[in-house]
């Protein structure tokens, strides 16, 4: 029997990195999901979450094609029982500002022009004849001197594996080599981490080993905001593993104890005197038996991410402990926002298709030149945070395919509905390199298909019937690794074998150790955590969440 004394009693309950005190006693409920649905009326299925890089184990429980609910799934590898808060309630955006049916942009005047609703036919017979006189321009570009053609294509953030294989095809068997160009929207525009090694690249000590660590160093990172699950882990380890943290970048409150949280700078200096063996942490570093260094994807886009780059490869040479010879540990972590950036740079998207973030205004200036100057065909594929698209030029061709009429459908020229992560199967690759799949709960909305669909179909429209292919097949075949469910692909570590040194890359890695630092510091990581993609944009219980936080959170009002 419960005590009388007890609704005075507290206990803590984790939630997605944010801790919260309850009364014993009173059912924990959903606020979205109350008098929404009985439970026999709902069909579960399990999938996969996509809203950042952890890729949570979640079940879905629809009613016809409409989300009521999505809870956690057990998977003590990658999620423990847990989701955020993002991936619980966000799912109402799943059905606002939906795209459901193809619409080609038609000029009437400067200032006249619209969005018309088409079917599939024209939509496919619209794209094709574009696709056509690009390819005939590019090959007029590669044998006649003067001219210039670029067909760009950007790979969002939450596209599966098999449609990044896909388009990558089309773009690479349709253009002349030189002409096309595919990026993805998540990898740095300094080709950093390089993609020569997959352990240069992923979180390699797992996000149930970041326990174990006894020393963690943060770089440029704030995982509350950016992997609220890696985020629990870390904290893990400072209760119950008496962990020490070191924080390179803005101030943030970790929720972690404070005594074991020191902040070392704000800026990558501070990073440098810790990789040459300078700083005061180094004794702490020295100390530790499994040190872990958690560096974030962001860091390596400012335009010294070069630089940033060859101080981790610096720490690691100094730091044996780091990656030790006997392969019992390995401490080198790169933290992705993204759900697939990993899955894409296994596929082969690298620094030598110049990635997304190449063509931005710094690099225009040194170039003299504007970012999309020379392009004539852009394809978004899910892409709708990008950089220096206002410098479009007025040629270019924009097509954007994506589930939601974001920024991307709004400059685009063709829009082609797609499927949203609820309404596909799909290959997705976590920080740490864990293959998952996403499963299907229902049908995408209106005329919406999949992209593997949409992408298929434009091949036969292209008249290579004759070099049909399967996406899957494809994926296998450039990355045969992918295949496996749940599969985690231990990384072989490469040394020299003179010195021991660990190779964290190629060509691109060496000339990267005559780089500058920036003495700017590290930028936020994440902005607004509650709207981070197109999904969550569209999320009116996220729009509320973000006005709480705005006013509630220790935060004065002006109003």
Known sequence: MLRRDLPSRV???????IWKFHRWFGALTSKPYAFRARPWELKSTESVDVLDGVGSNIRIDAVGT????????????????????????SYDG??????????VRIRAGESNEQLIGIDWYKARAVLVNKLVAAIRQANQSVAGPGQTFEAHAIIGPYADAESMAALRRIFYAMFPEGTAFVHVQEHAHTAMPPTDFRYAYCANTTLAGLEQADVILLVGTNPRLEAPLLNTRLRKAVIFGN??????????DLTYNR????????GPAALQRIAQGRHTFCSTLAKARRPAVVVSQRAFQRNDGAAVFRCIETLVDRLPQLLPIDGSWNGLN???TAANTVGALDLGFDHTLKGNRWIDQYQAQRAGDLPWARAKLLYLLGADDVDGLEELPDACYVVYQGHHGDYGASIADLILPGAAYTEKNGTFVNTEGRVQHT???FLPPGQAKTDTEILDELLVGLDRAAHFFDATQDMQFLAPHLSVQYGLQKPDIVRDS???????????AERARSLPLSPMPFGPTVENFYMTDPITRASATMAKCVRVARYNNFEESNS
Not at 94 to 103: A, E, S
Not at 500 to 508: E, I, K, M, N
């Open 439 to 441: 499963a299907r709960a």
């Open 259 to 266: 005594e074991h949280v020191v902040h070392l700078g704000i």
């Open 334 to 336: 790169v933290l992705h």
């Open 11 to 17: 206990y803590q309950v984790a939630s997605g990195g």
């Open 243 to 252: 962990a020490k943290v070191g924080l390179i970048g803005c101030h943030a």
């Open 66 to 89: 409409e989300v009521r609910r999505i809870l956690p799934r057990l998977n003590e590898e990658v999620n423990e029982e847990w989701i955020s808060d993002k991936t619980r309630f």
């Open 498 to 508: 003179r010195n021991s040194r660990v190779h964290l890359g190629g060509a691109a």
């Open 94 to 103: 799943l059905k606002r500002q939906r795209l459901t049916v193809p619409m």
